[in-house]
């Protein structure tokens, strides 16, 4: 067990819909990762968050947003969803932007239908 | 940005020793070089990570060469377990900037009986 929790585990939805995924960090972990797995594919980085700030961003759609909130944890929004969002989203934390070592959750799967 | 290449897949016998070599030929003079280790439907889990020459921990070590342009994860005696991908991550120990935290495709290991 990494420490890192996330919400839901699996879920099933609609294109066109809006689905949150909701993650928190390891206690005192300040920096939180996002990133998605499609089937069979690498690691791909969407966003990070510091403290509640952006930090850093790759590839992630428009229609994808994230924030962090006071309390540290964060939520990834996916709007307009699309078959090809179908994939592993994962949570990942860190004591800070300096972190070397990323801690990751178990995933949330969101399935598209 | 350090660009990194494995092999895309290697297949290995149990009990045998397996080593999956990583280039890193742009590799700045403050990168580290971690590996990460992900089962399927699992977040990736930090394994090692080391500077120059060689690392040793209970799981694995990781001999870099005074160039530091490769460096080689090696696996004891790998069991079926073992049956993994993985990541070879070279960033800087602050790892700022969102190029740094791409893990790229990885290495998919598959231990044989």
């Known amino acids: 067990d990494s420490g890192v929790t996330q919400t839901p585990k699996h879920l099933i939805t609609a294109t066109g819909q809006r689905v949150t995924l909701r993650c928190s960090p390891r206690s005192g972990d300040l920096s939180v990762y996002w990133y998605q797995q499609s089937l069979d594919q690498g690691l791909q980085f969407l966003i990070q968050y510091y403290n509640g700030e952006e930090r850093a961003k790759g590839n992630i759609l428009e229609r994808f947003s994230a924030q962090q909130f006071p309390d540290l944890h964060s939520e990834l929004n996916l709007s307009s969803l699309e078959l090809g969002d179908s994939a592993l989203y994962f949570c990942?934390?860190?004591?800070?932007?300096?972190?070397?070592?990323?801690?990751f959750g178990e995933g949330s799967w969101l399935t598209v239908v | 940005l350090a660009k990194t290449t494995q092999p895309i897949s290697m297949d290995s016998y149990e009990g045998q020793e397996v080593n999956i070599t990583c280039s890193h030929n742009n590799i700045a003079t403050n990168d580290y070089i971690t590996w990460y280790q992900q089962f399927p439907s699992q977040g990736p889990r930090f394994i090692i990570q080391?500077?120059?020459t060689k690392v040793t921990n209970e799981v694995a070590s990781l001999f870099i060469p005074a160039d530091r342009k490769s460096s080689t994860l090696s696996l004891p005696r790998v069991s079926l377990s073992d049956t993994a991908v993985y990541y070879c991550?070279?960033?800087?120990?602050?790892?700022?900037?969102?190029?740094?935290?791409?893990f790229g495709t990885g290495t998919r290991l598959t231990v044989i009986p």
């Open positions: 991550l070279v960033a800087p120990l602050g790892w700022r900037g969102a190029n740094n935290l791409f």
């Open positions: 990942a934390s860190s004591p800070a932007t300096s972190g070397n070592t990323i801690y």
């Open positions: 080391g500077y120059k």
